[in-house]
């Protein structure tokens, strides 16, 4: 949808499209200098400062690569292209709660690194019993990509039903959606993939994979 201009988020449109279908898809989200130094966040040389993600929680958190094969790195106010993002992510965390009143407190977000052949099964992003993760956010970072790159995040219904929607990670594309609702996954691709993912959390959100 255009719920963008000019590297200008239109809050308005994000807002009225959570309200009918609980998530949005926002082309060229990001400046475009942004848009590339973030880029260069997961660059060969900086790729060494990312560590494997896990899964689970306390004690019985681990690696799985056949579950999920991505490397992340947290952002970091103290980088600029870091601190830039956060920035807009702030503006948009008070903008949504203002229309909204979805009880937006924090944000947290990581690079992640996903390589060839990599995936991250069906999963809910939102902590069973716990008000943590509200709002998911996917920016995507490559300067290019094919259809035939695959790599799609698909965003799932409850149950069996099919898939509600099977997003294509152009450059620039941010998708946010409701975290207690959308069971999602992400697919293979033929090529490494760069991201951010990211949540928006209530009040006593904590950090975790």
Do not use: P, S
């Given at each position: 949808m255009e719920a963008c201009h000019g590297g200008v988020l239109d809050i308005d449109a994000i807002a009225g499209q959570l309200t009918s279908t609980g998530f949005v898809v926002v082309e060229n989200s990001l400046p475009a200098l942004l848009l590339a130094s973030l880029d260069d966040g997961c660059s060969d040389g900086e790729a060494l400062h990312f560590a494997p993600a896990r899964i689970g929680r306390g004690s019985e958190r681990k690696r799985d690569a056949l579950v999920r094969g991505d490397l992340i790195r947290w952002l970091d106010d103290a980088r600029e292209a870091d601190h830039g993002y956060l920035a807009l992510m702030e503006g948009l965390r008070v903008s949504l709660n203002e229309r909204l009143c979805l009880g937006l407190f924090s944000y947290e977000g990581h690079y992640a690194i996903y390589g060839t052949g990599s995936r991250y099964e069906r999963h809910l992003d939102a902590h069973a019993g716990q008000k943590n993760r509200l709002l998911s956010t996917v920016v995507y970072l490559d300067s290019e990509w094919a259809l035939a790159?695959?790599?799609?995040?698909?965003?799932?219904?409850?149950g069996e039903q099919p898939?509600?929607?099977?997003i294509l990670p152009q450059p620039g594309l941010m998708v946010l959606f409701l975290s207690e609702e959308f069971p999602h996954e992400v697919l293979k691709a033929s090529r490494p993939r760069h991201s951010i993912a990211g949540w928006f959390s209530g009040r006593g959100g904590s950090r975790s994979e």
């Open positions: 790159d695959g790599g799609e995040l698909v965003l799932h219904g409850t898939a509600i929607a099977r």
